[in-house]
């Protein structure tokens, strides 16, 4: 059972627009996420995280909301740059365990 | 620079044949840990590491193997590698907890 689902596959932009890559999750005991940025031949790399006592949390052009009743977290990308193409995993940590729960990624492309 | 090395970058074995797959870090990290990653699964959890001598099974461990003799290395291994274990494996580190993981690169295995 997939405990943290990114249902899209991919998503195409254009540079200068807003780009919004959505997870869900099933685990109510989820504390704490993260969403990692991966480029071709490298490892993941880390981008952003969010506590469940927060809704929000920025970081320059990246931010992620958290919405813990409908268990969603939202990565929005503003403005997207060429340079963000890349594989987006948003992960999950909690329930008493320090395992990381990753989802399946999803291929973001910002067309220039 | 602080970073996570694994080597080889390629594989190309056949079954049977033990291998192993170095993981350093000069980061003087506690935790470690092992994943592999295939398409339309993500990344899943092979093994994990909380300290030196301390270790554990994450979501597939089956057919591998890790030690933790020193803090910095933590070797994955491959008693009898079979075709489905052909996949993209990276390893990971962190500071504490599972929170910020810091990859390597990655090993491309293909058993054949």
């Known amino acids: 059972d997939q405990q943290v689902k990114q249902n899209s596959p991919s998503l195409s932009v254009q540079e200068g627009r807003i780009s919004i890559l959505n997870c869900d999750y099933t685990?109510?005991?989820?504390?704490?996420f993260l969403w990692y940025k991966k480029y071709p031949a490298e490892g993941p790399t880390f981008l952003i995280s969010?506590?469940?006592?927060?809704d929000k949390n920025e970081d320059g052009r990246f931010t992620v909301f958290l919405n813990k009743s409908a268990k969603h977290l939202s990565l929005h990308i503003v403005p997207s740059q060429p340079g963000d193409s890349a594989v987006y995993f948003c992960?999950?940590?909690?329930?008493?365990?320090?395992?990381?729960?990753f989802g399946k990624g999803m291929k973001l492309t910002v067309n220039p | 620079e602080a970073q996570v090395t694994q080597n080889p970058r390629y594989l190309i074995t056949v079954t049977g044949k033990k291998l192993t797959v170095t993981c350093s870090q000069n980061?003087?990290?506690?935790?470690m840990s092992w994943y592999r990653q295939d398409p339309g699964l993500g990344l899943r959890q092979i093994y994990y590491?909380?300290?030196?001598?301390?270790?554990d099974k994450g979501d597939v461990p089956e057919g591998y193997k890790v030690s933790r003799k020193e803090k910095r290395n933590f070797p994955l291994i491959l008693e009898s590698p079979s075709p489905n274990q052909t996949s993209l494996y990276f390893c990971?580190?962190?500071?504490?907890?599972?929170?910020?993981?810091?990859f390597g690169p990655g090993t491309r295995l293909t058993v054949t």
């Open positions: 990971a580190s962190s500071l504490g907890g599972w929170d910020e993981q810091y």
């Open positions: 685990n109510s005991m989820f504390d704490y």
């Open positions: 969010i506590s469940s006592i927060k």
């Open positions: 992960a999950a940590r909690g329930g008493g365990s320090e395992k990381l729960v």
């Open positions: 980061m003087n990290h506690e935790y």
């Open positions: 590491s909380m300290n030196v001598e301390v270790t």
